[in-house]
T-cell receptor
Framework: DAKTTQPPSMDCAEGRAANLPCNHS???????VYWYRQIHSQGPQYIIH???NNETNEMASLIITEDRKSSTLILPHATLRDTAVYYC?????????????FGTGTRLQVTL | SAVISQKPSRDICQRGTSLTIQCQVD?????MFWYRQQPGQSLTLIAT?????????ESGFVIDKFPISRPNLTFSTLTVSNMSPEDSSIYLC?????????FGQGTRLTVV
């Protein structure tokens, strides 16, 4: 699985959009970009994933650059409950379950 | 989706003893994954457990230290053997259904 690079920490004001970047320059054609988050003392939670098109769900939007070497997770209206460590993970999806390789993630602090 | 129940949620153990962590899933899954999260660190995969076969361990983890059982498609146990303070961590089990991974709430282990 390709390696990812994320900033160690970010701050965001409540109600504003949080834009979390991720670099994955060695991603291969069949690998997906996944985002998970871990709120303090809980198990990681799936947020969203994508291959090459931008994706949106009830939690967030995922913007993947055309060359697929980087992506941005967008939380459109961050709340205090969004304070967590966000992990960007690149992984192939073959239909068979496989492990997740977690990097160090970005610690997002949402403030009043 | 999948709901995972992990027991115990936390424990304080004496060095030299062993602790068995249980993981119950509300649906049948082929693979179950066991992760460790040391204090202030990211998640690291310990092993992958398939029903009916021996678990596959990641580099740095061995069966004698972390024996795993997988008696059926909804249940697994991880034992942390001959514990030392360095084993103090959060241990999490995980399953994958479709593209999404689900995690238990973790077992917070403190070895004294």
């Amino acid at each position: 699985d390709a390696k990812t690079t994320q900033p160690p920490s970010m701050d965001c004001a409540e109600g504003r959009a949080a834009n979390l970047p991720c670099n994955h320059s060695t991603i291969s054609g069949n690998e997906y970009v996944y985002w998970y988050r871990q709120i303090h003392s809980q198990g990681p939670q799936y947020i969203i994933h994508g291959l090459k098109n931008n994706e949106t769900n009830e939690m967030a939007s995922l913007i993947i650059t055309e060359d697929r070497k980087s992506s941005t997770l967008i939380l459109p209206h961050a709340t205090l409950r969004d304070t967590a460590v966000y992990y960007c993970i690149v992984k192939g999806f073959t239909g068979t379950a496989s492990k997740l390789t977690f990097g160090t993630g970005t610690r997002l602090q949402v403030t009043l | 989706s999948a709901v995972i129940s992990q027991k115990p949620s936390r424990d304080i153990c004496q060095r030299g003893t062993s602790l068995t962590i249980q993981c119950q899933v509300d649906s049948q899954v082929t693979m179950m994954f066991w992760y460790r999260q040391q204090p202030g660190q990211s998640l690291t995969l310990i092993a992958t457990a398939n029903q009916g076969s021996e678990a596959t361990y990641e580099s740095g983890f061995v069966i004698d230290k972390f024996p795993i059982s997988r008696p059926n498609l909804t249940f697994s146990t991880l034992t942390v053997s001959n514990m030392s303070p360095e084993d103090s961590s959060i241990y999490l089990c995980s399953v994958e259904t479709g593209p999404e991974a689900f995690f238990g709430q973790g077992t917070r282990l403190t070895v004294v």
